[in-house]
């Protein structure tokens, strides 16, 4: 099942201030093209046809870590603990 507040990075969009700065569906909804571009995450997973990085083979990849421990954007690996949650215990759907 897609949760369409769970990206497929592992972010939580339901907890994004650019959801409504920003009007961004999130991006399951938007195809991994939200409002600043394509994401590359988003794009890797869904070149390999799955709906979350913690369904790949290669998780936690160095991608993914790239992207969670970025200084500007990232979140201290928060994302990398969503997915592992995830794929463990499914989704709190709101």
Same mark, same amino acid.
């Given at each position: 099942m897609v949760h369409e507040l769970a990206a497929k990075?592992?972010? =939580? @969009? #339901? %907890?994004?201030s650019y959801k409504e700065k920003f009007n961004c569906p999130g991006c399951q909804k938007a195809n991994g093209k939200v409002?600043? #571009?394509? @994401?590359r995450l988003a794009k890797c997973v869904i070149d390999k046809g &799955? *709906?979350?990085?913690? %369904? @790949? =083979?290669d998780f936690v990849c160095d991608l &993914?870590? %790239?992207?969670?421990?970025?200084? %500007?954007q990232g979140d201290n690996g928060k994302r990398i603990e969503n997915l592992k949650q995830?794929?463990? *215990?499914?989704? =709190? @759907?709101?």
């Open positions: 990075c592992g972010i =939580d @969009c #339901g %907890e994004c409002f600043w #571009g394509e @994401c &799955l *709906n979350y990085c913690y %369904e @790949c =083979d &993914l870590k %790239e992207f969670a421990f970025d200084k %500007e995830w794929k463990k *215990n499914g989704f =709190d @759907c709101r």
